[in-house]
């Protein structure tokens, strides 16, 4: 374990056989500093979105085939709905955020991520052929709008969050009750989110630039070590 882990970067082998963390470890940390810091900067989005709407606002991070809740913000309605807490995975497909980053994905990765989900969709009371037709209906619309899985009476829209490069990497979503999410008071939740999503991704994007510049830069040094120990 220790020669492949050794192998990776992740530990550093000194001449007489001591082990020691390699500078792979740099490199992750910089990656969660940047999940971190996704957190700390669309924190004061979900307030103001939560200050607005009243309801309850989640940040929801997509994480491979899944989405993870990192964040979420109650409104001031007097009743909220804690549908998902926070550090809660689900499969990509399963919640309206997860549908709408589907639905803003491309279709055939769309269709490889349902189709890897499909069997973890049957545990959860749904398909892939309902979670194919939401993210159809999604892309259609430019948001998801759909009721909370094993929540009665609760509804959540969700809009997908994108980087410079097109490719999404998160999405917010918004619940409240069925008698709160007329199509009417939809429409305005959307143009709410839309608006604030605008300018707290553009400065997320710089900041992420800065940071992948960095895990480029440790790559580089951590290549010119392995080169001189060779």
């Given amino acids: ?13 000194e001449s007489r056989g001591r082990y020691f963390l390699g500078p792979l470890l740099l490199e992750l940390a910089i990656a969660a500093r940047q999940n971190q810091r996704l957190k700390e900067m669309y924190a004061p989005t979900l307030r103001r979105i939560a200050e607005a709407t009243g309801d309850t606002v989640f940040l929801q991070l997509r994480s491979g085939i899944e989405s993870v809740c990192i964040d979420r913000c109650l409104g001031t309605y007097p ?8 550090g809660t995975r689900r499969p990509l497909g399963v919640g309206a955020a997860g549908v709408a980053i589907l639905a803003a994905s491309p279709a055939q990765e769309s269709d490889r991520i349902i189709k890897a989900n499909a069997a973890s969709f049957l545990l ?42 097109d490719d999404v990497f998160a ?41 992948a510049s960095d895990i480029v830069e440790q790559r580089r040094r951590r290549g010119a070590i392995g080169s001189k120990s060779a």
């Fill in 171 to 211: 999405a917010i979503a918004v619940a409240g009750i069925d008698r709160r999410m007329t199509r009417t008071r939809q429409s305005e939740l959307v143009n709410i989110v839309r608006r604030e999503l605008r300018a707290t991704t553009k400065r997320y994007m710089a900041e992420r630039e800065e940071m």
């Fill in 79 to 86: 009743v909220q709905t804690l549908i998902v807490d926070v």
């Fill in 124 to 165: 959860l009371g749904t398909s892939a052929a309902t979670v194919s037709k939401a993210v159809r209906t999604g892309r259609e619309r430019g948001y998801v709008s759909a009721p909370v899985p094993g929540v009665p009476g609760v509804k959540a829209i969700a809009l997908a969050i994108k980087d410079e490069e």
């Fill in 1 to 13: 374990m220790l020669k492949c882990l050794a192998r990776q970067g992740a530990v550093r082998i």
